[in-house]
């Protein structure tokens, strides 16, 4: 009897039908990480400004209240300093060319400043993002007096401010005399005392949303009150 010849491999093809849905598969899983990445990104976030907001002073606090907001906010930012430095944070500069102060710096965007810093574009966004934190942290730490102007404020203490700054993110280092962490120190600035005056200010957004925030808190105090009124013993 002739032995039966062994049959020919059968080469299997990917159908269009199932190379759609291992592409929807892999969308799919794609979708689900950049969720998962961005939940992430959110609860870091709010758990620094919820940090941050431990840090601000209020107008009612005691002298033993603000040494205490001052002493938190340093330890925070030496933390900061510590973990950059551990982890590598700190990218090398020393063969990256100096970035000069701009002839009218007050002429210059925040889009400007983070092209020149590299920062721009949204996968640059995060990094971006962290940098601006770290800058009103160390502002707080730092103690900047909102009763006066920017020329106002101690010399000495901003240029630990800008040095704290530049530890953590040495790329700012590049600018020379410390041109871009003073621009960014001095826009937080602007932006706090444009808050600080206009959320007193009758009829400007600071001050209605101000006022919504407090009546909002009105009502529920006074909902919280009645249920509890409500309940027997």
């Given amino acids: 009897d002739k032995e039966n010849p ?5 080469k299997r093809t990917l159908t269009s039908k199932l190379r759609h849905t291992r592409e929807a598969q892999r969308a799919a899983q794609l979708d689900l990480t950049a969720r998962k990445h961005r939940k992430a990104r959110r609860q870091v976030l709010r758990a620094r400004q919820a940090e941050d907001a431990l840090t601000v002073e209020r107008p009612n606090d005691s002298d033993e209240v603000r040494q205490l907001r001052a002493s938190l906010a340093r330890a925070r930012g030496e933390r900061d300093a510590a973990e950059a430095a551990t982890t590598g944070a700190q990218e090398p500069t020393r063969s990256l060319p100096a970035i000069p102060r701009p002839e009218r710096i007050s002429d210059l965007t925040i889009g400007g400043l983070r092209r020149r810093l590299g920062m721009n ?6 990094k971006w ?3 601006r934190v770290q800058v009103r942290r160390f502002m707080d730490a730092g103690l900047l007096q909102l009763d006066k102007n920017w020329k106002g404020q101690d010399s000495r203490q901003l240029l630990k401010i800008y040095d704290a700054i530049e530890d953590v993110f040495p790329s700012l280092k590049r600018c020379t005399n410390h041109w871009a962490a003073e621009f960014l120190v001095h826009d937080s600035f602007s932006a ?3 808050y600080e005056s206009c959320k007193e200010k009758e009829g400007t957004y600071r001050f209605r949303t101000r006022r919504n925030r407090r009546e909002r808190a009105s009502s529920d105090d006074d909902d ?3 249920s509890q009124g409500s309940r027997g013993p």
């Avoid at 062994?6 to 059968?10: D, I, L, Q, V, Y």
């Avoid at 574009?121 to 995060?126: C, N, T």
């Fill in 121 to 126: 574009g949204s996968s640059a966004d995060r």
């Fill in 6 to 10: 062994p049959r020919a491999h059968r």
């Fill in 192 to 194: 706090q005392k444009t």
């Fill in 224 to 226: 919280d009150t009645g």
């Fill in 129 to 131: 993002n962290d940098l």
